[in-house]
């Protein structure tokens, strides 16, 4: 995961890497259009092997799948190291742009519980500066 462009997933991308994150244990490819009908067998495919090559999903078992054998496939990446390096490599270059406040004010406006998140990060301020 080197260079930024290599970072960034496409909205397919995460939509299977979204599947994949909210199952409980690893799935073949065709299983992927029986949770996400929109996206067919064939996408599927193409994008795990993009994801494969990123190194986003890594190949957890071979398993007996009707009378062939499959590749079951794992996340390789948590959806927090992904937002973390996702707001590192594509977001915070633009600092010398968008002021880190700006930054943290985007954040509280549109958490689910700003209260809490606010309470969160001035818990982690006062370990970070005692």
Known sequence: MGNKESFIMSKRELDIMNVLWESEDSLIAS???GIKPEISLNTVQSVLRQLLKKKFVKVAKIVQSGTVLSRSFAPAISPDEYALTYVKTAI?????FVSKELLFELLVENAENPDELIHKLKDYIVKRHG
């Open 92 to 96: 915070y270059p633009f600092q010398q």
């Open 31 to 33: 299983e992927i259009p």
